[in-house]
């Protein structure tokens, strides 16, 4: 079985900095595209960036140039620098992997972002 776990939400000021890091263990061959989702209250679930297994990334228009995805394919996991963060970045956030074939999600980790 393959487990993603999430870690480093929390609470933070508007303009401060947060980094969630996204740990894969288990039974791992390989992990192709791994990526950061948010879901805020009463919003759909959203991409926030996406990574592939080369370092090739992507991000959604209002995080670009503030956060930061990379990953260290030799520990398993992803990171997710938040830099400038903003109250309307306040949501839970979810890694996604795909990993030996399969999609699996992590549980979330809450982020608020105060005014």
């Known amino acids: 079985q393959v487990q993603l776990v999430e870690s480093g939400g929390g609470l933070v000021q508007s303009g401060g900095s947060l980094k969630l890091s996204c740990a894969a263990s288990?039974?791992?061959?390989?992990?192709?595209?791994m990526g950061w989702y948010r879901q805020a209250p009463g919003k759909q679930r959203e991409l926030v960036a996406r990574i592939t297994r080369g370092g090739t990334t992507g991000y959604a228009d209002s995080v670009k140039g503030r956060f930061l995805i990379s990953r260290d394919n030799a520990k398993n996991t992803m990171y997710l620098q938040m830099n400038s963060l903003k109250p309307e970045d306040t949501a839970v956030y979810s890694c996604n992997a795909y990993v030996n074939g399969g999609d699996y999600w992590g549980q979330g980790t809450q982020v608020t972002v105060s005014s």
């Open positions: 288990g039974s791992i061959v390989i992990i192709g595209a």
